[in-house]
């Protein structure tokens, strides 16, 4: 399972860092994803990365404020999330799954495994 932690609410322009814990699996083989969820919008892929010195896919939406560092020996992926837009607001979800992360962010593949999800707000 993954077990995630962070969030809350955040003014605009602020940061934020999300936590990812693998669970009773060895995530060193699978990609690791970030995923939001807007109400009333279909869940899309933020951040996504295969091993800890592949490239990163990110979104266009969060290129240049969002990185997604991975550390195997603590079987933690992060949400690093700066400047922070009011279009950011939703529930944010780690996803693991034996793919690229291209296929995996764009939502080509069914993510095995989720996180429970946590709340992020940027508002004023």
């Known amino acids: 399972q993954l077990v995630q932690s962070g969030g809350g609410l955040v003014q605009p322009g602020g940061s934020l860092r999300l936590s990812c814990v693998a669970s009773?699996?060895?995530?060193?083989?699978?990609?690791i994803g970030w995923f939001r969820q807007a109400p009333g919008k279909e869940r899309e892929g933020v951040a996504c990365?295969?091993?800890?010195?592949?490239?990163?896919y990110y979104a266009d939406s969060v290129k240049g404020r969002f990185i997604i560092p991975r550390d195997n020996a603590e079987k933690t992926v992060y949400l690093e999330m700066n400047n922070l837009k009011p279009e950011d607001t939703g529930v944010y979800l780690c996803?693991?799954?034996?793919?690229?992360?291209?296929?995996?962010?764009?939502?080509?593949?069914?993510?095995?495994?989720w996180g429970q999800g946590t709340q992020v707000t940027v508002s004023s």
């Open positions: 996803g693991a799954e034996l793919a690229t992360v291209q296929a995996m962010c764009n939502r080509e593949v069914e993510i095995g495994t």
């Open positions: 009773g699996f060895s995530m060193d083989y699978y990609a």
């Open positions: 990365i295969a091993n800890p010195r592949a490239t990163p």
